[in-house]
Nanobody, 121 residues
Framework: QVQLVESGGGWVQAGGSLRLSCAAS????????MGWYRQAPGKQRELVAT???????NYADSVKGRFTVSRDNAKDTVYLQMASLKPEDTGVYYC???????????????WGQGTQVTVSS
């Protein structure tokens, strides 16, 4: 069973930094694209950053230049280094990972339970 476990959320003042980690497990074929999404109160979940297994990254315009996504393929772990945080970055951050079901060879994806990030002004 695939599981994603996030850690590293918390409270920080505007301008501060936080680092999120997401450890994935349970996929015998490994993980393909991994990434981070967030959901602010009253808003839809939105993409923050993704990274392919080869290291190609993609960022939301709102976080470019401030956030850095990275991964350790040996540990099946994805990270999100967040700097120059703003109050509008507040929300629940969810880890997402794509993997191939070995029974059907169909690509699917899983979500972590989410970790709260609160940025105060």
């Amino acid at each position: 069973q695939v599981q994603l476990v996030e850690s590293g959320g918390g409270w920080v003042q505007a301008g501060g930094s936080l680092r999120l980690s997401c450890a994935a497990s349970g996929s015998i074929l490994g993980f393909n694209d991994m990434g981070w999404y967030r959901q602010a109160p009253g808003k839809q979940r939105e993409l923050v950053a993704t990274i392919t297994s080869g290291g190609r990254t993609n960022y939301a315009d709102s976080v470019k230049g401030r956030f850095t996504v990275s991964r350790d393929n040996a540990k099946d772990t994805v990270y999100l280094q967040m700097a120059s945080l703003k109050p509008e970055d507040t929300g629940v951050y969810y880890c997402n990972a794509h993997w191939v079901d070995p029974r059907s060879f169909i690509m699917t994806n899983s979500w972590g339970q989410g970790t709260q990030v609160t940025v105060s002004s």
